[in-house]
């Protein structure tokens, strides 16, 4: 599992990790891995053109250190000091020494254009708003130029708490982050900034606390959580999920949420509406049902709302029930926020950007901009696991703690039903048995993985992705 911590916590371990260790070799730690990453992507250090774009504080010290490093390999080095006399003068005295110069900002776009590699050390994690004027052209020609750009722990202009950017910022090719991953680095609309991600390991795990502001599961994570039916399992032992969804108007989004769940690892589907036909037609295997929610049948879990329309009797007669609860589409709407409140058993809500802008009464724009609080926010005000789906999926946890970010999406997935896709088999997580938080988790991890595999680069279907859905559960079985 990555992790990933705020500035304030990140900045006590480092202190304490200081406190333990001689003068300066937190920095050096620091320096030599992202020399070292810096001389992988160039390939060939000699003889190559190497511009250090240096702010203030220690994160101009550690790029000042790396190009020390560089330097002392062939490479041409020259630093652009962005504030002279603010600049790290242990970090600037060593590349000095080597033969790198010491330039301010007159002449530096020339030699940014000129660069094979350009490293980003202008403002660290405690960086607030968007970049000042001059660092903020450096940064544009440097996107612009040829060269290959790394960021020194994060890129400059945005912010590492909460993945916000609120102004100009570096685009970087490399991101090498120290100690642990910052959550900007895996949350969007930072994380497009970020490229790719490299932690260096600088002894900081020693000392961090035991959770973290963010996890983002892998393979073998996932594969503890994935239900596994035994010898003595029949369908109504593997949970039975329930299907509250699809309207005469949409009655495709019954068809797909059904696919879902019946990948999901539950023994059995219920369906419930007005799809029955089309869900029969498609998936015989299916239960249904014309009697409503409360006289379907026994279920372990509910999803509600996909193409519902207007129904909403049938998300009253689901939130009023005593087993989990997934909420999506038209359900986000028509779900009464005290009677999801009063639940006592687990709820799930799955909400887009959009949706969830509505329920929080605000742009659209602003939850974008500020997915993890807005995650959050909801979670509290509903007194509900909240997934939130986009670019970068959150799951934030009713209770609090760590939210997971799921890595495996893909844009491809921006398509219509895959949402409903992902309800129906999160929901058979959830009558699997999982928590709202590890089904979340765990089915925007498998539904992330199944886009990949249907799409392969090119455009894909919402019933392809269900298709691929047992493919992503072996990779991660085998793994």
Known sequence: MRTAYNVDTVRTAER???????????????????????????????GRRVVLLVGSGDNGGDALYAGARLARRGAGVAAVLLAPERAHSAGLAALRRVGGRAVGIDGAERLIEEADLVLDGIVGIGGKGGLRPDAAQLAEVAERSRAAVVAVDLPSGIDADTGEVRGAAVRADLTVTFGTHKPGLLIDPAREYAGSVRLVDIGLNAVLPAEAELEALQHADVRRLLPVPSGESD????????????????????????YGAL????????????????????FPETLVSDRGPKRAGRVQAWVVGPGAGDDASAVAEVLASDVPVLIDADGLRLADRDAVRARTAPTLMTPHAGEAAAL????????????????????????ATVLLKGSTTLVADAGGGAVRVNPTGTAWLATAGSGDVLSGLAGSLLASGLSALDAGSTAAYLHGLAGRFAADGAPVGA?????????????????
Do not use: F, T
Not at 237 to 249: E, P
Not at 361 to 383: D, F, I, T
Not at 463 to 479: F, G, I, K, L, N
């Open 360 to 383: 929080l009464g605000v742009p659209r724009e602003e939850v974008e901009g500020a997915r993890l609080a807005s995650a959050r926010e909801l979670a509290g005000r509903y007194g």
């Open 16 to 46: 304490e990790l200081m406190a333990r260790l001689p003068e300066g070799a937190l920095m050096q730690r620091a320096a030599a891995g992202l020399a070292a990453a810096c001389a992988d992507l160039l390939g060939r250090v000699y």
């Open 263 to 282: 990948r999901g690892g539950a023994g059995a589907v219920r369906y419930v509406g007005p799809a029955a036909d089309a869900v029969i037609a498609r």
């Open 235 to 258: 369908k109504y032992r593997r949970g039975v999920v329930g299907i509250a969804a699809g309207s005469a108007r949409y009655p495709g989004a019954a068809v797909l949420a059904v």
């Open 463 to 479: 019933h392809d992705v269900a298709e691929a859905v047992p493919a992503a559960w072996r990779d991660v079985r085998d793994a």
